[in-house]
């Protein structure tokens, strides 16, 4: 199977990034062929909603998204790592999300989805907007949820580490 794997944290070192790492890990143990985007690490514009790509063309930005819709289009699983900011996904992969406009009749075909999410708070609550925005895209475009990974009450650099969670992120990956 084919796996694209999303990050979107900026930091080098972040809980999401270790949970992606974990999920990589265990899919690759598994026999999956994975690629990795780090959005934060990358140039991709925000979508300007010029429509100039149509919804299945070339995009006027020319920036790393093209890295991207070279990896989704032909992938099995598409992988979503994010840390919660002020109660959504980060802004990076937010960006690259948005650009899928740019290839959306590519994108309506049936594949797995997973949710790797890491956040400060406890609250089960606090993690909804970012769950509701998952599930919505995936109906939009008739993916599967094959699995999430929801990582409460992780705030500092590596807390995660020393979490179940970590291990749930491998047997994701191991069990896809």
């Known amino acids: 199977m084919k796996i694209f794997v999303l990050t979107g944290s900026p930091r080098k070192n972040s809980n999401s990034n270790i949970l992606a790492e974990q999920f990589i890990k265990g899919a690759q143990e598994a026999g999956h062929e994975v690629t990795r985007f780090d959005a934060a690490a990358h140039d991709v514009h925000p979508c300007r909603a010029c429509?100039?790509?149509?919804?299945?063309?070339?995009?006027?930005?020319?920036?790393?998204?093209?890295?991207?819709?070279?990896?989704?289009?032909?992938?099995?699983?598409?992988?979503?790592?994010?840390?919660?900011?002020?109660?959504?996904?980060?802004?990076?992969?937010?960006?690259?999300?948005?650009?899928?406009?740019?290839?959306?009749?590519?994108?309506?075909?049936?594949?797995?989805?997973?949710?790797?999410?890491?956040?400060?708070?406890?609250?089960?609550?606090?993690?909804?907007?970012?769950?509701?925005?998952?599930?919505?895209?995936?109906?939009?475009?008739?993916?599967t949820d094959a699995g999430t990974v929801v990582a409460s009450g992780v705030w500092p650099e590596g807390a995660v580490k020393h979490t179940p969670f970590a291990h749930q992120a491998y047997e994701l990956g191991k069990n896809l």
């Open 51 to 143: 429509n100039h790509c149509g919804m299945e063309g070339p995009c006027v930005f020319k920036d790393d998204f093209e890295l991207v819709r070279k990896q989704i289009i032909p992938a099995d699983a598409v992988v979503f790592a994010t840390p919660m900011y002020y109660f959504g996904i980060s802004a990076q992969l937010k960006a690259v999300i948005d650009r899928f406009y740019a290839i959306n009749g590519s994108l309506h075909s049936p594949r797995k989805a997973v949710l790797l999410m890491t956040y400060a708070d406890t609250s089960s609550k606090e993690a909804q907007p970012i769950l509701s925005h998952y599930h919505t895209l995936l109906d939009y475009l008739g993916w």
